[in-house]
């Protein structure tokens, strides 16, 4: 009889634990999510209650603020569409995206303290509280500009510091306008071009030679004597019964001479010689494949598992086709690396949060992903994209008195024409800015994305003399 008041009571106290170990999750560790939930109707009311707060470039230029509007609060974005993708939008029946989502808390105030339901904060918050202020690293004006270069066309950009890891632009075309993202919502969304999409950080490419970096610095991490290795180029190249051209490489070529014109064969039998897993392992180091942290939402890159990679996939893997898949920035990252002696920097956006009253409550440090090669590594890279630029496929990206390193692509696409890469940084001997340029269906990379590149590369330099 005692045995079994025992049991029950031990029963009736376990369910009550539960309970509130629970509740204590749900208050604790998952109420910033819970406020933060567009379905939670306290957080409507606390927009109507508080004076959201402004998103900043790193001038002081305004690209999101809240208005006045006949008595009715409303948000501005006075650049539209050439930031919308970075801001996102801010709507009662289509909730929020960009660093507007992403930020939700800190434009609202709400960015420290026990989040609990909301109610705590309805309570304390009277008519008219501000929220604080997001600065970017963002040049807005720099933004209109690459905004302009791409044109018409399916494109992406991100523009960085290197050295820092801050985006100085990053654009993805066509974009959309957040003030009428409620009128336009159904044109946007039937879209066949996708306005919506964040190309910079959510679109998945094939990187076509732009890979050819991190081949390059797969084999020179294991056997550094290839950098003086010569290479008899027969104008193709074949792989278990492939036959892939490679009609710009033929006879005697060093490395630098190879990736000056891309070679396939050359890239491809490198790719073969590193083998599967110290390939994609490199792959890794330069953070394809990884999760890369970053202020707005961001696809993983993709690359085949190398214990399920045939030669023939490894093969085409080296020269950017196959299944590997990844984003503008993931590729800002690799050339960010080689310009920062092999370190990855952390791509960063916010610099810092500004209360009502202008002190800064947090301002962002410089931080690194890890190593993806040595110092000497990083330095013969650059090495092979200067030679890439001075005579090579990535002579358009070439700037008078400055050096450049950059590498082309021109990625094979099975539902339509080539999409043109570019990736480089530069001044090449004392790296200011690193960029990534996609063009779909753009064809040429050097013919299309290395000149956007160099007016970028130039324009930055510019500004930092």
Not at 225 to 253: K, N, S
Request: net charge positive; hydrophobic share 40%.
């Amino acid at each position: 009889m005692n045995r079994n008041i025992v049991r029950i009571a031990g029963l009736i106290i376990s369910a009550f634990s539960v309970v509130i170990i629970y509740l204590t999750y749900l208050q604790v560790y998952k109420a910033p999510y819970l406020l933060n939930h567009p379905r939670n109707k306290r957080l409507l009311l606390l927009e109507k209650s508080i004076v959201r707060g402004r998103i900043l470039d790193s001038t002081g230029s305004v690209l999101a603020e809240t208005v006045e509007d006949k008595g009715e609060k409303r948000r501005s974005y006075p650049y539209g569409e050439i930031t919308g993708n970075i801001t996102g939008y801010l709507s009662e029946k289509y909730g929020r995206s960009g660093l507007e989502s992403a930020y939700n808390h800190v434009l609202l105030g709400l960015e420290s303290g026990w989040y609990g339901d909301g109610s705590w904060a309805l309570k304390r918050i009277g008519a008219g509280k501000r929220g604080n202020d997001i600065v970017l690293s963002l040049d807005a004006g720099l933004q209109q500009l690459t905004y302009r270069l791409l044109g018409n066309r399916r494109a992406a950009v991100v523009v960085m510091e290197p050295a820092t890891g801050r985006v100085l632009a990053m654009v993805s075309r066509p974009g959309f306008n957040p003030e009428r993202i409620e009128s336009d919502w159904e044109k946007l969304r039937q879209d066949q071009k996708s306005p919506l999409l964040n190309r910079a950080t959510q679109g998945l490419y094939p990187p076509g030679s732009t890979m050819k970096v991190i081949t390059a610095a797969g084999i020179l991490t294991q056997k550094p004597e290839t950098a003086d290795r010569i290479f008899d180029a027969p104008g193709y190249v074949v792989i278990e019964g492939r036959r892939i051209e490679d009609r710009q490489a033929r006879g005697r070529l060093n490395l630098a001479q190879a990736m000056a014109i891309s070679s396939n064969y050359v890239f491809g039998v490198l790719g073969l010689e590193q083998g599967a897993k110290n390939f994609v392992n490199t792959a890794h180091n330069f953070g394809i494949g990884r999760n890369i942290p970053f202020d707005l939402f961001t696809e993983n890159s993709r690359i085949p598992d190398p214990d399920h990679m045939s030669r023939l996939e490894l093969g085409e893997t080296a020269i950017g086709q196959g299944r590997v898949m990844v984003t503008p920035l993931s590729m800002a990252l690799v050339a960010s690396a080689v310009a920062n002696g092999g370190k990855i920097p952390a791509p960063a956006l916010v610099d810092e949060i500004r209360s009502p009253e202008g002190f800064g409550t947090r301002v962002s440090q410089p931080r690194f992903l890890g190593n993806a090669v040595d110092n000497r590594t990083a330095g013969i890279l650059r090495e092979l994209m200067v030679a890439a630029v001075d005579h090579g496929t990535g002579s358009p990206a070439s700037i008078p008195g400055i050096k450049v390193a950059g590498k082309t692509g021109s990625a094979e696409n099975p539902h339509g024409k080539t999409h043109a890469w570019f990736i480089g940084f530069a001044p090449a001997d004392n790296p200011r800015v690193a960029v990534a340029v996609i063009i779909e269906n753009g064809g040429s990379g050097g013919a299309e994305a290395a000149p956007v590149a160099r007016e970028i590369m130039k324009t930055v330099i510019g500004q930092k003399r």
